[in-house]
């Protein structure tokens, strides 16, 4: 345990002020890279989500967010997105603190970040709505496309301010307010970034930050009565107990799931690059992203080849304190993650799957104590067993072959998911035809895990509804209002629908 005076006390953003919890409840934040606490944060409950939830209900009645221009609204966005850059290092590094991510991945986030805050705040003034040619000409008939109100902000801990970012950005543009609850492990960055927003004059209370528990304060949240919009990231089973916490209040809901996404490598495919996006697909931030390229199909004549490469590449992975720059590979964010992978890994022996690299916590004593897992890659692996159809989340490969393109699709859509898809090939038309026939979101072909501001994200089939990023998404955080104006002064038939 580290000594009290070395852990951080942070409070729960809520109405501009910084509180604890209504009982007083405490959790630790742990590093991930030693086990041991750094920080702490209030464990709210539902009393706290009240205060949360009715902070950001008065932010939304304030004039000085209510009734600002939308050019206000995008100079705040502005603002925001360029103090963020002055303090991308801190985030970073109290990023990595928290999730164990390495800080070469979370100093790229937290540069990329501003780009969604300029990007939507672009948005804020381009949010029309439409006069309507109406069959009756006595009536000029326009709609309004306004916010919802309270958006529920819920996020995983994979990539904490990053995914939050994706919800704030355009939901503050479109003139909602917020209460965003981050993971239990991963608050601080979140409320690091309301302390901004203060700095850079966004009104108290139009982003509210609550720390708590799931089952507590998240369940709490998704249901209130208060609440208009739950946008939300993390596990399926999650996004099942929020749908029926929605049948509640009847929030809308956008769900961003988890996946199993394929990486296709066909024998045309330039396989040195095809080798890197596989690397990037899995073992990057330590396999924890909804994104990972968990499966390699790869085609039967470059299989062998290719997973020599791969093993070879693996081998090489420098794993290591996240906060040093030199590492490929941190831990896994969580003790019960590391334990999740470690039985997956038995489960694929016993399903006959062969490890040809990887499969065990490393053994370097200068590890010890965290929540370190070697890359591991799984051949032989029968497309129906477990770790080839369920979500890891941790550095582990399925490869399986395939011996032509129908196979291939056939292979990559017989998943629950369909967040993404890796192709590699150097054939246009094929390129094209598989990128139709893959049940996915995103298709990356000859590229992987990539993403933009300006691109839509989100997932087919069990990853997910609604879409994140990209101009559309700013109709997920606003509602239509249709007015008609009667222009003649004639009066008519009270008993007939006019
Ligand atoms: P999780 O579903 O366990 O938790 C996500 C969030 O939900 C956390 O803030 C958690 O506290 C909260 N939560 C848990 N139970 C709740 C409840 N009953 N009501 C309301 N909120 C509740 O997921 P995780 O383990 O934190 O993250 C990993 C998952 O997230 C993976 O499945 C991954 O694929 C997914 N993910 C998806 C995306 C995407 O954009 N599609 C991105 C990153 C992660």
């Not at 939304?60 to 221009?69: C, F």
């Not at 990053?162 to 608050?187: I, R, Y």
């Not at 992203?289 to 791969?310: K, Y």
């Not at 159809?389 to 941790?394: L, M």
């Amino acid at each position: 345990m580290a000594s009290p005076e070395l852990i951080e006390r942070y409070g729960m953003a809520i109405g501009g002020e910084f509180v604890g919890s209504d009982a007083d409840k405490w959790m630790d934040i742990l590093n991930p890279a030693t086990g041991k606490p750094w920080a702490s944060v209030p464990a709210a409950e539902a009393v706290d989500i009240d205060r949360a939830v009715a902070a950001a209900r008065r932010a939304l009645r304030d004039p000085a967010w209510r009734e600002i221009s939308p050019m206000a609204r995008a100079e705040l966005l502005h603002r925001l997105a360029e103090r963020i850059k002055q303090d991308a290092k801190r985030l970073a590094e109290l990023e990595t603190r928290a999730n164990g991510k390495i800080i070469r991945e979370t100093a790229a986030q937290m540069n990329v970040i501003p780009n969604w805050f300029h990007y939507f705040a672009g948005a804020a003034d381009k949010i029309f709505g439409e006069t309507i040619p109406l069959e009756k000409t006595s009536v000029l008939n326009y709609t309004l496309r306004e916010p919802l109100g309270v958006v529920a902000m819920i996020v995983p801990w994979n990539s904490p301010l990053l995914l939050a970012t994706w919800k704030l950005a355009p939901a503050l543009a479109a003139g909602n307010t917020v209460v965003l609850k981050p993971a239990d492990t991963t608050p601080i960055t979140a409320l690091e970034l309301v302390r901004l927003m203060k700095e850079v004059g966004f009104p108290d209370g139009v982003v509210n930050v609550v720390t708590g528990y799931g089952p507590q304060a998240g369940a709490a949240l998704v249901s209130h009565p208060g609440v208009a919009k739950v946008s939300f990231t993390g596990g399926t089973e999650t996004a099942r107990a929020i749908i029926r916490g929605t049948a509640q209040n009847l929030a809308r809901l956008t769900l961003e799931l988890g996946g199993k996404s394929p990486n296709i490598v066909f024998d045309d495919a330039p396989l040195d690059a095809a080798m890197n996006g596989v690397i990037a697909g899995i073992f990057a931030a330590s396999g924890q992203t909804c994104i990972a390229g968990s499966r390699l199909l790869a085609h039967a004549r470059v299989h062998d080849e290719l997973v020599g490469h791969l093993v070879e590449r693996a081998k090489r992975i420098k794993l290591g304190d996240p906060l040093d720059w030199e590492t490929e590979m941190g831990p896994a964010a969580t003790r019960a993650q590391l334990d999740k992978i470690k039985q997956y890994v038995e489960l694929g022996i016993d399903e006959g799957a062969a490890v040809a690299w990887g499969g065990d916590s490393p053994d370097d004593p200068a590890l010890g104590g965290g929540f370190y897992f070697e890359p591991t890659i799984f051949t032989n692996v029968a497309n129906t067993s477990r770790i080839a159809q369920e979500e890891i989340f941790g550095p582990v490969l399925a490869a399986v072959r395939f011996a032509t393109e129908e196979d291939a699709i056939a292979t990559a859509n017989s998943v629950p998911y369909g967040l993404a898809a890796g192709v590699w090939t150097r054939d246009l038309q094929r390129a094209h035809r598989v990128a139709r026939a893959l049940e996915a979101g995103t298709v990356w072909v000859n590229t992987y895990r990539a993403v933009s501001p300006a691109s839509p994200f989100g997932g087919y089939k069990a990853s997910g509804y609604g879409r994140e990023n990209w101009h559309g998404t700013i109709d997920e955080y606003t509602q239509v209002k249709s007015v008609w104006i009667e222009l003649s002064t004639a009066t008519r038939d009270p008993f007939v629908m006019r």
